[in-house]
């Protein structure tokens, strides 16, 4: 069995060897595998035969696993804090793999349980799922990725706030706009924040659909695609309480992300994404009012100050320009 895999941090610039001893406890690599080893043993009773890679990111660690019960994941986190909230997503999404949507469900222990808590760790093992991140390229496959996101918000509205520990409900959507317009975002370009300014002060009623559990993060490096299908979103750790609408113009917005590749996509891949999501489940007319104002809003903010590489600020301008039925093709 490898006992040496390779450590990786997933987005800090840190030396993952330093830093698996600070965060977590263990001496080496090796000392990770070991403890990995006999705890799949004992509470799965799966036999772990190789760890090809250890991936590090603020408190929480990813293991590439080979196993006798086939390639696998171990996610845990050291951050004590959230582990309540982390039991109740890994309930939130077994229930959405028996409903039989492309998650990543955790694998219940010998007794049932879906993530553990032992040695000052919550960890959870996962299948690991054979397919590439979301080509966003692809009309095929963003059109799939736009259905499987409706799909989730259905089946994500089922779940009860009160359940789920940490998440409070957002401050209304104008609000959030007014307070990021007087924070005074000077390196964003003043026709961009003059039109986002024009579209607050229309005052569009809020969306009239619940504030519900979203998904938290989805785009391009969450999304796993073969051929011209969805075959799972990954990572619901920042799952949280919000209007489907916000989540959807988000998403637009940061669909092509993955990784340390920051860009955004054009009119048209939102448009695709758009429709896939409207040919599921549809927007009312009061959320396709915040629909484009949203994904300019989202654009603008990751604008970086002093210079702009990627073209986030051009993004924005671009959805204000583009023709109307791109982002309300479909309302009710």
């Known amino acids: 069995m490898n006992d040496q895999p390779e450590l990786a941090m997933l987005w800090e610039s840190a030396d993952p060897a330093e830093e698996l001893p600070r965060r977590f406890g263990f001496a080496d690599a090796a000392a990770a595998v070991g403890w990995l080893s006999e705890l799949l043993r004992e509470r799965w009773a799966v036999r772990l035969r190789g760890c090809a890679r250890i991936m590090l990111s603020d408190r929480n660690a990813l293991a590439l696993l080979e196993t006798d019960a086939g390639p696998m994941v171990a996610k845990w986190s050291a951050?004590?804090?959230?582990f309540p909230r982390l039991g109740a997503l890994a309930e939130v999404t077994s229930r959405l793999g028996r409903q039989a949507l492309p998650v990543a469900a955790p694998?219940?222990?010998?007794?049932?349980?879906?993530?553990?808590?032992?040695d000052s760790a919550s960890i959870a093992l996962q299948p690991r799922i054979d397919g590439?991140?979301?080509?966003v390229g692809d009309a095929e496959q963003v059109r799939a990725a736009g259905q499987v996101l409706a799909r989730l918000h259905r089946a994500l509205?089922?779940?009860?706030?009160?359940?789920?520990?940490?998440?409070?409900?957002?401050i209304s959507l104008s609000a959030q706009l007014r307070s990021w317009l007087a924070s005074g975002p000077r390196h964003v370009p003043a026709d961009v924040v003059g039109a986002l300014g024009a579209v607050v002060a229309a005052s569009p009623i809020e969306p009239d659909t619940p504030i519900q559990l979203v998904h938290g993060d989805f785009r391009?490096?969450?999304v796993l695609c073969?051929?011209?299908?969805?075959?799972?979103?990954?990572d619901f750790d920042d799952a949280r309480l919000d209007h489907r609408v916000v989540e959807l113009a988000r998403s637009a917005a940061l669909l092509g992300t993955v990784y340390h590749h920051w860009a955004p996509v054009s009119p048209?891949?939102?448009?695709?994404?758009?429709?896939?999501?409207?040919?599921?489940?549809?927007?009312?007319?009061?959320?396709?009012a915040w629909l484009r104002p949203l994904v300019a809003w989202y654009s603008a903010r990751l604008a970086p100050p002093g210079g702009d590489p990627a073209g986030w600020a051009v993004s924005a301008r671009e959805v204000l320009a583009a023709p109307q039925e791109v982002y309300s093709a479909s309302v009710t």
């Open 226 to 234: 073969r051929g011209s299908e969805v075959v799972a979103v990954i």
């Open 268 to 288: 048209e891949v939102h448009g695709t994404f758009l429709a896939g999501y409207q040919a599921v489940s549809p927007l009312t007319a009061a959320e396709s």
């Open 79 to 82: 951050a004590s804090a959230h």
């Open 220 to 222: 391009a490096a969450n």
């Open 132 to 135: 590439t991140h979301l080509d």
């Open 157 to 170: 509205a089922e779940s009860a706030p009160a359940d789920l520990p940490e998440l409070s409900a957002p």
């Open 107 to 118: 694998v219940p222990t010998r007794d049932g349980q879906v993530q553990v808590q032992i």
